[in-house]
C-alpha cells in the first residue's frame, strides 16, 4: 500500500512525523510505502536546514523516493521560499533554507508530481 501525507495541524510534523513516522520509516517497519509528504501551515519550519527532524527525513525521503513539498504560500510567508505571492500554485515559486530534496508548490503541482506513482491514500495529520 502507498500512502502520501498531508501535515496540516499544528505540530504534526515535529509530534506525529518527529517522534512515529519518521521513526518508523527508519526503522523500516512503517507498514506502508510513504511515496509522498506536504507542508503546511508552521509545519514547514520542521524542513528548515539544520533541524534535527528535517535532516533526519531529508536523508530517508532521498533514500525511498519521497516527494517533500511545501506550500508554497506558507513558505513564503515564513520567508522559506522566493518568488511573489501571486504566483502561488503556479510552479515558480522555490524553496529556500530547507533540507536538501524540498519543492515549493501548491495543489497541482503535487497532484503532478504524483501522478507518476500515486498514493493508495492520503492521510491528513
Avoid: W
Wanted: with cysteine.
Amino acid at each position: 500500500m502507498k500512502v502520501a501525507y498531508v501535515f496540516a495541524t499544528n505540530n504534526a510534523a515535529t509530534f506525529k512525523l518527529g517522534t512515529m513516522v519518521l521513526p518508523q520509516l527508519e526503522a523500516g517497519n512503517h507498514g506502508a510505502d510513504v511515496v509522498g509528504m506536504m507542508f503546511f501551515d508552521d509545519n514547514v519550519f520542521s524542513l528548515r536546514q539544520g533541524d534535527p527532524v528535517g535532516e533526519r527525513l531529508a536523508k530517508i525521503a532521498e533514500e525511498k523516493g519521497i516527494l517533500l513539498m511545501v506550500c508554497d504560500q506558507c513558505a513564503l510567508r515564513r520567508n522559506l521560499a522566493e518568488g511573489a505571492p501571486e504566483s502561488c500554485g503556479t510552479g515558480t515559486v522555490t524553496a529556500k533554507g530547507l533540507v536538501k530534496g524540498v519543492v515549493a508548490g501548491c495543489f497541482p503541482q503535487l497532484y503532478g508530481a504524483l501522478a507518476g506513482n500515486p498514493p493508495d491514500h492520503v492521510i491528513t495529520l
